[in-house]
């Protein structure tokens, strides 16, 4: 005679059986719907050489604040010297250089966040240059010796000239971000940088035979020296 499996029992059973499929089934929703990690695509690595156009001496001057390169990275200005030292363009997708009027005897270039604009300094005037076009505007005058700029927006730019200044591109009078303790000597903020969110600014305090680097949020006001 067969012997019946006790109704309990069945259950049992059943249950498992069921808690198992229902462990298969959220197994492999997880795994069809979970976020899947991809991997990031390589980053573009551009190699070249700034060489002068054909038409401008092999004198290539300056360093620091006589360079500047496009956020995303595909344009980069230098000064040279043909006849007076001005600005030259090379692009990345381009083997020759070519020269920037209007900007002769200027200093402290800055490419707009856009790339569509350059900012920099010329007989004491931060002008704003539309790259394609005839000639720079005026922005504002520069109280000092320029040490320096960069834009915070597309519609801002913050200058050094001992303290550290903000204006509008448009034009109008700067107002003083930040600056020395005026019963301090020969200090002098210079080397401005602003983060790409525009929420921090980054500066040089000069002491003369000492330098430190400063975060200074532009929000806040709050400062830190970080170096």
Request: proline share 7%; hydrophobic share 45%.
């Given at each position: 005679a067969k012997s019946a499996v006790p109704g309990y029992q069945r259950r049992t059973v059943l249950f498992v059986v069921a808690a198992a499929v229902?462990?298969?089934a959220a197994t492999a929703a997880l795994f069809v719907f979970a976020p899947r990690t991809v991997a990031p695509p390589?980053?573009?690595?551009?190699?070249?050489?700034?060489?002068?156009?054909?038409r401008i001496s092999n004198r290539v001057i300056g360093t620091g604040t006589?360079?500047?390169?496009?956020?995303?990275?595909t344009r980069v200005i230098y000064r040279v010297y043909?006849?007076?030292?001005?600005?030259?363009?090379?692009?990345a997708d381009e083997l020759d250089s070519t020269i920037i009027a209007g900007t002769a005897l200027a200093d402290s270039p800055s490419f707009?966040?856009?790339?569509?604009?350059?900012?920099?300094v010329q007989d004491r005037q931060l002008k704003v240059l539309?790259?394609?076009?005839?000639?720079?505007?005026?922005?504002?005058?520069?109280?000092?010796?320029s040490s320096g700029l960069d834009w915070i927006d597309d519609d801002s730019i913050v200058f050094?000239?001992?303290?550290?200044?903000?204006?509008?591109?448009?034009?109008g009078p700067p107002a003083v971000i930040a600056a020395p303790d005026a019963s301090t000597a020969n200090v002098n903020y210079t080397f401005p940088d602003v983060t790409p969110d525009g929420s921090l600014l980054l500066f040089t305090i000069d002491y003369g035979a000492k330098r430190s680097i400063v975060a200074?949020?532009?929000r806040s006001g709050e400062q830190k020296i970080i170096v």
């Open positions: 229902a462990g298969a390589p980053e573009r690595v551009i190699r070249f050489e700034l060489r002068p156009a054909a006589d360079v500047a390169v496009s956020r995303d990275g043909a006849g007076d030292d001005i600005f030259a363009l090379r692009k707009s966040p856009d790339g569509r604009t350059l900012a920099f539309t790259l394609g076009s005839a000639a720079p505007l005026v922005v504002c005058d520069v109280p000092g010796i050094a000239s001992n303290a550290l200044y903000r204006v509008r591109r448009g034009g200074r949020s532009l």
